[in-house]
């Protein structure tokens, strides 16, 4: 089981990003993907989940319409799209497979926010 995740880097507040995750060694179409985020001195903490067939999808309430979850099953790839950013959104971020993620993280991608 692989994740590989990119897409991150310095924003100013407001600004938007967009993070890709590259996955292999599971069967991708079969898992509800997630995306999760860790902070300096935080616990990691879920952000974003999207069933299967992408027909559903849930993000924390802190980044309710501002963050959208996708999936591209073809591609085995997830991304989440990242609008209106704020210096609280700065953190590693991590995307993971399954309702209960695999012990097998990738590297993440480093999100920070400021001016």
Same mark, same amino acid.
């Given at each position: %089981?692989?994740?590989? !995740? &990119? $897409?991150? $880097? #310095?924003?100013q507040p407001g600004g938007s990003l967009t993070l890709t995750c #590259?996955? &292999?060694g599971f069967s991708f179409s079969s898992y509800y993907m997630s995306w999760y985020r860790q902070a300096p001195g935080k616990e990691r903490?879920?952000? +974003? $989940? @999207?069933? =299967?067939n992408g /027909? +559903? *999808?849930?993000h924390? /309430? &802190?980044?309710?319409?501002?963050? *959208? @979850?996708?999936r591209h099953n073809a591609s085995k790839m997830v991304r989440l799209q990242m609008n209106l950013l704020k210096? !609280?959104? =700065?953190? *590693?971020?991590?995307?993971? +497979?399954?309702?209960?993620?695999? +012990? &097998?993280?990738?590297? $993440?991608?480093? %999100?920070? %926010?400021?001016?």
């Open positions: %089981v692989q994740f590989v !995740e &990119s $897409g991150g $880097g #310095l924003v #590259l996955t &292999s903490e879920w952000v +974003a $989940g @999207i069933w =299967t /027909d +559903a *999808t849930y924390q /309430d &802190s980044v309710k319409g501002r963050f *959208t @979850i996708s210096s !609280e959104d =700065t953190a *590693t971020y991590y995307c993971n +497979a399954g309702t209960r993620p695999f +012990a &097998s993280w990738g590297q $993440g991608t480093q %999100v920070t %926010v400021s001016s």
